[in-house]
């Protein structure tokens, strides 16, 4: 989205629409992580910003900052002449910046010495600190990006995998936007027809709605519905999801863990209960960061550490996504399997089968559950030592956590609690509008209002500021 004017140019210090106030303070923070590196910026945004920084920077060519916009400065921080740091000073004017204010940003030396030297002199100088997120709400407030974009700024930054990478770039780009709002101009176009009538209740009008206009609004409420089934494997694409690695001793929990990670991670030997503790590591698996758990055997043992690790392991079953049930295929003494088969099928969790030591087997063994009560998503037969078959349970987890539902991440997506909640309800009274065509216009305008509402929810146009400042709370101070 082309970036729109200054807060001042909307009259008023108003926000999108008109509706929200946007601050007249300076504000600065520290924009780049704690400890020590090549580069630490202090940012600044506000009316101020570029005033606060002129007064205590020296140009080491004598320019003036506060006569550029766009250029970079070479020189020093000083502080009642002792020399702070020798930096480099970003000067952007508004509304061409990422806040569409003034904006300044002072590339110091890494280091927690000099950006907290730096920027303690910029809030003793007028500037006031920033809170959590307050340069993205300040670039939403000011119209230059909508709430998925600026939400995507976070996504970016957390996105663990490139298929999260993507999702959150496409939302940045608008994906997601441009989805809403091609909901929303029919919901116009219908409204205004609605309204034209109620207007002119009177008069003789041609037909409301068309069957075309119709149509359209039907498949506004279908792409909804479609959008609602996708929500979730959206959310873990950024979120990630816990899979948990659960069998008795010794049935191969560690080597497939090694193996689905292509490293050796946890110990392996041949003596039953040599994982004692709980291992986690994340791997991507089809584009899913995957917070993968190894657990130890699950039995009845007088160890003490041992019981620990069993404790822990029973922990770690509850609190999965999904869990991955390893069976030794080569063993035909199935009682153990039936005891934790017992306590799987009391979390409700979804489950696979990973039948492993195949390599071990005879084709006989192709019956090998029929005696378990467990009700599972799918059997995946594979040998973790060998890797046979580990590509088809890969893609078969990856279907699991995704709940079958075909995912492109360049597409809009949403991926929150609060934009499923609002599409919900806006297809709820889409749904109900289209149930009932022939009552009377304004309670069809009613509908549409809610969700005309809802679908603002999600861009920005109509979200409640406390949902706002929930939102821009999980942001890091300094972005």
């Not at 030297?117 to 990006?145: W, Y």
């Not at 110990?267 to 986690?280: E, F, K, P, S």
């Not at 990856?398 to 709940?403: A, D, E, K, R």
């Amino acid at each position: 989205r082309a970036a729109a004017g200054p807060a001042a140019d909307m009259g008023e210090e108003t926000a999108v629409k008109g509706m929200r106030p946007v601050s007249e303070d300076t504000i600065a923070a520290i924009s780049t992580p704690p400890g020590e590196g090549g580069i630490g910026i202090v940012r600044l945004s506000g009316p101020d910003a570029i005033a606060i920084a002129g007064r205590v920077f020296i140009s080491s060519s004598g320019r003036d900052p506060r006569m550029g916009s766009g250029r970079v400065f070479h020189g020093e921080v000083k502080d009642n002449g002792l020399v702070l740091d020798e930096v480099l000073l970003h000067v952007m004017r508004a509304p061409h910046s990422y806040t569409c204010e003034d904006v300044v940003e002072i590339n110091c030396h890494g280091g927690a010495g000099p950006v907290n030297a730096v920027l303690e002199l910029m809030l003793r100088e007028g500037a006031r600190l920033a809170g959590p997120g307050e340069f993205t709400k300040r670039a939403f407030l000011n119209g230059r990006i909508d709430l998925p974009q600026a939400e995507a700024v976070i996504d970016r930054i957390r996105a663990q995998t490139s298929a999260g990478l993507r999702a959150a770039s496409a939302s940045a780009r608008g994906a997601l936007s441009v989805e809403i709002g091609a909901m929303k101009d029919t919901l116009v176009e219908l409204k205004a027809i609605i309204e034209s009538a109620i207007d002119f209740a009177d008069q003789e009008l041609p037909e409301l709605i068309t069957p075309e206009l119709h149509a359209r609004v039907t498949d506004a409420l279908d792409r909804m519905k479609s959008m609602l089934a996708a929500a979730d494997a959206g959310r873990v694409y950024r979120e990630g999801a816990s899979v948990a690695i659960v069998g008795r001793p010794n049935v191969g929990k560690s080597t497939l863990f090694n193996a689905l990670l292509r490293e050796s991670r946890a110990i392996v030997t041949g003596q039953a209960g040599t994982t004692r503790d709980v291992l986690h590591e994340i791997v991507t698996i089809k584009g899913i960061p995957v917070r993968l758990t190894d657990t130890a055997g699950l039995r009845e043992t007088s160890d003490e550490v041992e019981s620990l690790g069993v404790a822990a392991a029973r922990q770690a079953l509850e609190e999965a996504a999904a869990i991955l049930f390893v069976m030794d295929t080569s063993d035909r003494d199935i009682s153990e399997d039936r005891k934790i088969a017992k306590q799987i099928s009391t979390t409700e969790t979804p489950c696979l089968i990973v039948a492993n030591k195949i390599d071990l087997m005879g084709q006989s063994r192709q019956d090998y559950f029929a005696e378990l009560s467990l009700k599972v998503v799918d059997t995946i037969w594979v040998s973790a030592k060998t890797g046979k078959n580990l590509d088809r349970l890969e893609e078969a987890l990856g279907n699991l956590l995704l709940g079958g539902v075909e995912f492109a991440p360049d597409q809009g997506h949403i991926n929150r609690i609060h934009q499923k909640d609002s599409l919900r309800r806006a297809a709820d009274a889409l749904g109900r509008l289209l149930a009932d065509m022939e009552r009377s216009p304004e309670l069809l305008a009613f509908e549409l209002d809610e969700a005309l509402r809802a679908l603002g929810e999600i861009t920005g146009e109509t979200t409640p500021d406390d949902v706002l400042d929930r939102i821009f709370s999980a942001f890091c101070i300094g972005k």
